[in-house]
């Protein structure tokens, strides 16, 4: 391995292996602390370890790295009845049946198996673990379907944060505020959201935006204040609104990717521009959608 020196142009092991579009930067750390990269025939484990992804040859499960691939960004309106990981022990269609790429990519946080929506994926292992990280503060939005009418008590504990059984994150690290969260025994506290009505009915349609990505949250969140969610669509992440039919997918543009950049950097945290006037958030037409726009750019 490496002996890095100033000029040297080794890389942390991580790093090198999320461009290798193997995982994300944070999947990578996991996979050398369980022993699974070696480089140059010798098991690393530790976080620091640092090669030359030019000379040096490292492997994952035994794998040969073959370096950088090429970058790729897509954006999948994901149906329900698919999960959000590689591949499933009981078999269920996962999303990467819905995406076609000729090079590995991940899902960039995840959607449970009933929620829709926007999705993104890539082999960009350092702008997932960006947009992911606890700084960022990236925003998502999504509609949701609520049986019964919450009070307004209830949503002003909601929107302050409410207690909720803690559990695995969707994302691995999860996003969340800039102070890490209270937590009390297997309870933690959810940051505050942004709740607005869309659909007064008897069961009604709110907008939420959120900034964590903990495992089903806006369902425990609701069923804290006595409310069963009955359906969830993410229709903005960062910059990107949804504008897809279900099951479709298509590649970011440079323009969205950047956007996507700046989000992670914190410096997009406002919708900007005409394609945010001109975001969906009307219920029953997420459904009826040609392709997602950026904030902050119109694509063609």
Not at 38 to 67: F, M, Q, W, Y
Not at 99 to 125: I, K, Q
Not at 132 to 149: D, F, N
Not at 238 to 257: A, F, M, N
Request: glycine share 8%.
């Amino acid at each position: 391995m490496t002996d890095p020196s100033p000029d040297s142009s080794a890389q942390r092991i991580q790093k090198i292996i999320a461009a290798a579009g193997i995982a994300s930067r944070r999947k990578a750390e996991e996979l050398i602390l369980a022993g699974r990269v070696e480089v140059n025939g010798h098991t690393v484990t530790e976080l620091g370890s640092k090669a030359d992804p030019a000379r040096d040859h490292i492997r994952v499960d035994g794998k040969l790295l073959h370096g950088a691939e090429r970058p790729r960004y897509f954006v999948l309106n994901k149906p329900k009845g698919y999960v959000t990981t590689a591949s499933d022990p009981e078999g269920r269609p996962t999303v990467l049946d819905l995406v076609r790429s000729s090079e590995r990519v991940f899902p960039v946080g995840r959607l449970d198996y009933a929620s829709e929506g926007l999705l993104l994926l890539t082999n960009d292992g350092a702008l997932a673990n960006a947009l992911t990280r606890a700084a960022a503060r990236v925003e998502k939005t999504y509609l949701v379907k609520v049986s019964g009418k919450p009070s307004e008590s209830a949503l002003s504990q909601l929107r302050h944060g409410v207690m909720i059984d803690r559990d695995t994150q969707i994302q691995s690290p999860a996003v969340r505020p800039k102070a890490p969260p209270r937590r009390i025994g297997g309870r933690v506290m959810t940051a505050p959201a942004r709740i607005r009505l869309l659909r007064d009915a008897e069961n009604p349609w709110y907008e939420m935006v959120l900034i964590e990505g903990r495992n089903r949250e806006i369902r425990k969140m609701f069923e804290e204040v006595g409310h069963h969610v009955e359906k969830i669509r993410r229709i903005g992440y960062g910059p990107l609104v949804l504008d897809l039919e279900p099951g479709r997918h298509r590649e970011l543009t440079l323009e969205e990717v950047e956007a996507l950049r700046r989000a992670a950097e914190g410096r997009s945290a406002q919708p900007a521009g005409k394609a945010a006037r001109g975001r969906r958030t009307r219920p029953d037409r997420g459904q009826s959608a040609q392709k997602v726009r950026s904030r902050r750019t119109r694509t063609q």
